[in-house]
Nanobody, 125 residues
Framework: QVQLVESGGGLVEAGGSLRLSCAAS????????MGWFRQVQGNEREFVGG????????AYADSVKGRFTISRDAAKNTVYLQMNSLKPEDTALYYC??????????????????WGQGTQVTVSS
């Protein structure tokens, strides 16, 4: 079992930055690939980015490439999503998730076994 808890969401003006954190607990948390997804009510959950177990590889959705960065602190069992140059269209509920798959980085939500409760990000124009 892996438990995930996100934090760091909030309200920010367009052009601003936020850093989301995802604290993972559980004996095997470090053996999972990690991903960030986001969801707007009424829409499907959308892949934002992912990072491999060893942090050697990352992948991003085209819509956030160059603005968002995923990183992983193995000692703290925490994954981060640094979001810069935020746009109103980035407004969503953001989830972190864990997958037993490593490479290639999984982009489909149904490949992820464990999910956090989500943290809301709202970007005002």
């Amino acid at each position: 079992q892996v438990q995930l808890v996100e934090s760091g969401g909030g309200l920010v003006e367009a052009g601003g930055s936020l850093r989301l954190s995802c604290a993972a607990s559980g004996r095997t948390a470090s053996t999972y690939g990690m991903g960030w997804f986001r969801q707007v009510q009424g829409n499907e959950r959308e892949f934002v980015g992912g990072i491999s177990r060893s942090s050697d590889f990352t992948a991003y959705a085209d819509s956030v490439k160059g603005r968002f960065t995923i990183s992983r602190d193995a000692a703290k069992n925490t994954v981060y999503l640094q979001m810069n140059s935020l746009k109103p269209e980035d407004t969503a509920l953001y989830y972190c998730a864990a997958t037993p798959y490593n490479l290639p980085i999984a982009r489909r939500a149904n490949l992820y076994n464990y999910w956090g409760q989500g943290t809301q990000v709202t970007v005002s124009s």
